[in-house]
């Protein structure tokens, strides 16, 4: 038998106290006279053996009584053979409650976090009232760095709810180690880790430094059944939305359970008003697309999102978004030369375009940093200063739509295009000027994403336009429209956030009757449009750390916030010309829309993020898989059985020795029991009166 606090033991000497008093008779004697003592000696000679026996017997119940209460305070305990002792007064308690959204899957009816918990309550009861704890979960809160009595934790357990946050276990590991090594200098400290241990967030447990002076308990719980629906992305047909037009959502219903979903109905909303529904098949383990057909009334950011129902999980059964319908895409067209009558008129009629022109020796390179889309026709070369500015103005979300002159400066435009991605860029050798077959343009091909919102099928008998190359490319480019040899006429590049789109001859109708064509319309039109939607993508999840958004003629010290109807913060940012770049803090975890607003109290736009994908993944670790991970660590147990009763027994009989104090403290409620029994009826009967003295 062992003890806790072994120190109290000191307290047995107090037995001495009784015994004294026993021995020595303090109290006063007093005599009493008799004209015959005969019968007062028989009298005394009876009652003598009887006092003493009385006694003894009292002082045992006392000395049993005094005993037990030190031996209850000292807290004894039988040590299994084999057992680590959980009872040490200098070790920390470090424990892990995992309470991100995939633990709103079910057992017995009740959430995996609700199960864990009420674990955690059972857990608590095993050790001594004094035993320190530390309480850890997703959220990583200031309160959870401190040390705590099983008081404390309770109340933490009752304040605990899902969190949009996903920690990996080395993170975990990490700040419970780290903060074991302020608050704990015992080597006896253990660490407890309850969760589902869902492989796609829990980080690569082959890659976990375990502490090997620290003892490990793993308590993983997993649904009986295992299903999940969730909306993986969305995606506009025409990411130009305009007011009373058309336009068509796509989406992407991801199904992680094995079970198939048919006649899945999901419903679309904008500004809490349903406008559509979808109706989709999508099998186990797979994914499948579907779509909304949609119009909008008004200009403006508006709030959107798709509903979908799904049971246990609900964290990822709306995605929300945000519309911009009708923005102002700036453009810049620069010329050298006369210019071109058809690119100066393409966006006059369009009121959400607003277009400036400049002559090339007029221009003002830094304007670049304030505009959504540069075109430049009939540039013969490109300066450093030029060259570096554009390169920065594609990587950074810019659009660059480039129309050679009629000769161009071949190493120059080699320079300045190879740093966005074009390769073996040549000159072309013109016999002659004009239109003939082997110069007609293909038709465009529809599969091409460019051409989503143009064509609905493949255009037929199309009357297409004749070229004059002037430059031929290779490299990877999307190729828009090319030559009947399979050379590009028109070809868009990605680089960085931004596009470049190169066309192979000048905009002069002695090369091309391309402007005159009716595909130049609907290709500027869609070049714009895409452009316009190059940084700000309609919805966000809590990973984008970075936030681009552009804000028109901000003050030099504006301060942005971002608003729902519960939060309210400032974000880390930088204004870079007329873009606002946002750090996204810790703080927004919870999905939804926020609106964007300045010092002024005005609303600049919308922001929509949704919960990381890979938590709606329903694949975790076995206990199994646990055990054949962790096999070469002595010091980390795995638990199979985590039923509320079944676990606590078998923690016990992995590691707790059975505690004695509760025994003890029975005693001595006995042993007092039994000395007020004793006292009060075991009392020396009284002697028959003599009736001669």
Known sequence: MSFLYPSFLWALLT?????LIHIFNFRKVRKIYFTNVRFLKELKTQSNSFKTLREILILLMRLGLLASLVLAFAQPFFKKAGAESTFGLSATQSIYLDNSYSMQNQRNKKTHLASLKENMRELLKVFPKAAKFQLFTNDFSAKEQFVVNAAKIEDMLSQIN???????????????LALLSKTAKSAKNQIF??????KSTIGDLNKLKLDTQTTYHLIPIKATQQKNLGIDSAWLANPFVKESEQNTLHFLVHNHGEEGQDELVLRLYIDDL??????????????AEGSFSFTIQGKGAKKAKIVLDDEPLHFDNEYFFALNVAPTIRIAYVYAGAGNPYIRNVYANEQSFRVETYDQNTFNINIINNIDLLILENMQNFSNEWQTALKNFVEQGGSLLVFPAEKPNLSNYVTMLSDLGVRGLQIEQKD????????VLLPPNISNNFYNGIFEKNPQNTDMPYANAVLSWTGVNSQLLGFKNGKNFLSEFKNGQGKLYL????MDTRFTDFPKNALFLPIMYKIASKSGQQNEQIAYRFQDKIITMKVQKPNKNEVFKLKNANTELIPAQRVEGEKLVLELPEQVAEAGHYELINSQMQKIGILAFNYEAKESEMNFYTSEELKQLFSTYKNVKIYDKIDDKNFIENFKESNIARPLWKYFLIAALVFMLLEILFI??????????SQNF
């Not at 899902?162 to 419970?176: D, K, M, T, Y």
């Not at 009826?681 to 002697?687: A, D, E, L, R, T």
């Open 193 to 198: 880790w309850l969760s589902d241990f869902q």
């Open 162 to 176: 899902f969190s949009a946050r996903v920690r990996s276990l080395n993170e975990i590991n990490g700040r419970q």
């Open 503 to 506: 066309c192979a001859s000048p």
């Open 274 to 287: 349903q406008v559509s529904t979808s109706t989709i098949n999508v099998a186990g383990k797979s994914k």
């Open 15 to 19: 037995l001495a106290i009784p015994i």
């Open 432 to 439: 002659s000027l004009g239109k003939n077959s082997s110069k």
């Open 680 to 689: 009060r009826f075991f009392k020396q009967k009284p002697q028959q009166k």
